[in-house]
């Protein structure tokens, strides 16, 4: 029963990560992102060490994500901001 559930989980972390890269949109990569972290971190607890899931899921799963969405937001402000002085 044990092998099932880590089996499953690397599955789950599998198509995540697949999915993060399939993904086009900057905003999206880091929503997937997030989840990735989620799983990676319940991944880690499955395995017996919760310390490094606990940094995942700071990390991985809260810090990550939101520094990429901050830096795709001030982009797309700048951005903007060019096309408004032409």
Request: aromatic residues 4%; without cysteine.
């Amino acid at each position: 029963m044990y092998d099932v559930v880590i089996v499953v989980a690397l599955l789950l972390v599998a198509a995540s990560a697949t999915a993060a890269v399939a993904q086009r949109d900057p905003a999206r990569q880091a929503l997937v992102l997030s989840f990735l972290g989620v799983l990676l971190a319940s991944l880690f607890t499955v395995l017996q060490a919760p310390d490094v899931g606990l940094s995942q899921l700071a990390v991985g799963s809260a810090l990550t994500p939101l520094l990429i969405m901050l830096s795709v937001r001030k982009i797309r402000r700048r951005g903007r901001s060019k096309e408004d002085a032409r």
